[in-house]
Every structure is written in structure tokens, then in C-alpha cells.
């Protein structure tokens, strides 16, 4: 009964790889989020997609794509990736009201050696 | 562009007593939302409280209450008998529209907080 699943939990990785988080919600939410948290826990957004089209895509480099094939999954796919890219990476959703916040997935820990 | 500003990076308080973190904001925007959120070692997001911009009464959520000032653009938060369970890292957050039904969270740095048994 999880309302914002993501996997893996957790990613480790060698540089220059190309991996894949996947996010789904089954709150009925249009619209859902990918944001980065850094080593310093600070949260930033890069992408948000509403009912399947993009809306947000912040200063992220193009080696970073989300893809939505329905509005009930959002994943992220990165190629080649870099030592920068270790984070951890939230998928939330959100429902037409902002009253409501966002309701998050617990997080990809992605480590890249 | 949206800032959101935590000046404290960490905080302690003894068990059972209060602790309020502070969180200013920078916007040019009239309708927002403000949101507290938690975050304890088990990295899950957890919403806290949220705060209306054109609502003037302070919301409270049990033990946890907010001190809006919409003019000095001010948004505390105030924990009432602190529990073990509140050491964790608090962000408070603003809302805005991005168009199309998107609204986006810009986070804070973050409060960490330590409850002292």
C-alpha cells in the first residue's frame, strides 16, 4: 500500500555507467517530481511532469532524462554518470490542491565509485 | 527567484521542553504555501505542517505549531515537549505555481535537531 514507491533503494555504480531509478505512485496524483539531495542534504528540484508532459526541467545535464509512460510513473535514467551525480534522489507526487505538499518516495541512495 | 533561509544549521533541546526554529523567505508572489517537513535518519520525507499565505491564523498540528509574519516574510516553527523521536532534519519549504498543475518546493537548508533525553 505504498504511496510513492521508487527502486532501488540503493545504487552503487561504477563511473561512466548508465543506470536507471524508478518511481511510481498510487495516490492518483498528476503531477510528480524528481528532486536531488546532496551531500550537504540540501534539496533541489530537476524535473517535474504533469500528466505525462514536462514542466519543470531545472540547469540539470543532459546525461540526466526522465521518462513517464503514464502519469503514474515518472523514472529517471542517467548515462554516463560521474562521481558529482552520488546523491540521494526523491520522486514525489503531488494532487491539484498545493495545500497538500508533495508526498515523497523514501529515496535512491546512488553511489558512484 | 524564491530563497528560503534556515540560519540555525543545528540545534539541541532537552527532552520535554520547547524548541523553535526560525525560517525566512524572499518572494514577490501574493498566493503561497509554506511547508515544514522532517526528515529523520530513515532519509523519509515526512510533512510536518503547512501554512496558507493569505491565511492569517497560525496553523498547529499537536506539539507543533508555526509563527507566521506574511509581512517580515517570517515562518517558524515551534516543537512543544520535544520527544526523541523529533531529532531529526526539519526544512521548511515554499510553494508556488509553476503552471499547468505543477507547483514547485523550494527547501531550505535545513535545521538539524537534536532532542537530549
Known amino acids: 500500500d505504498t504511496a510513492v514507491s521508487q527502486t532501488p533503494k540503493y545504487l552503487v555504480t561504477q563511473m561512466g555507467n548508465d543506470k536507471s531509478i524508478k518511481c511510481e505512485q498510487n495516490?492518483?496524483?498528476?503531477?510528480m517530481y524528481w528532486y536531488k539531495q546532496d551531500s550537504k542534504k540540501f534539496l533541489k528540484i530537476m524535473f517535474s511532469?504533469?500528466?505525462?508532459?514536462?514542466?519543470i526541467n531545472e540547469t540539470v545535464p543532459n546525461r540526466f532524462s526522465p521518462k513517464s509512460p503514464d502519469k503514474a510513473h515518472l523514472n529517471l535514467h542517467i548515462n554516463s554518470l560521474e562521481l558529482g551525480d552520488s546523491a540521494v534522489y526523491f520522486c514525489?507526487?503531488?494532487?491539484?490542491?498545493?495545500?497538500?505538499?508533495?508526498?515523497f518516495g523514501s529515496g535512491t541512495r546512488l553511489t558512484v565509485v | 527567484a524564491q530563497t528560503v533561509t534556515q540560519s540555525q544549521p543545528e540545534m539541541s533541546v532537552q527532552e520535554a521542553e520547547t524548541v523553535t526554529l526560525s525560517c525566512t523567505y524572499d518572494?514577490?508572489?501574493?498566493?503561497?504555501?509554506l511547508f515544514w517537513y522532517k526528515q529523520p535518519p530513515s532519509r523519509q520525507m515526512i510533512l510536518v505542517i503547512r501554512?496558507?499565505?493569505?491565511?492569517?491564523q497560525n496553523a498547529t498540528e499537536n506539539r507543533f505549531s508555526v509563527n507566521f509574519q506574511k509581512a517580515a516574510k517570517s515562518f517558524s516553527l515551534k516543537i512543544s515537549d520535544s520527544q526523541l523521536g523529533d531529532t531529526a532534519m526539519y526544512f521548511c519549504?515554499?510553494?508556488?505555481?509553476?503552471?499547468?498543475?505543477?507547483?514547485?518546493?523550494?527547501f531550505g537548508k535545513g535545521t538539524k535537531l537534536s532532542v537530549i533525553p
Open positions: 514525489a507526487s503531488s494532487q491539484g490542491k498545493p495545500i497538500y505538499g508533495y508526498t
Open positions: 495516490l492518483g496524483h498528476d503531477t
Open positions: 511532469y504533469n500528466n505525462k508532459e514536462l514542466i
Open positions: 518572494t514577490s508572489e501574493s498566493n503561497y504555501y
Open positions: 501554512q496558507e499565505a493569505y491565511k492569517q
Open positions: 519549504a515554499f510553494m508556488r505555481s509553476s503552471g499547468a498543475g505543477s507547483y514547485q518546493l523550494t
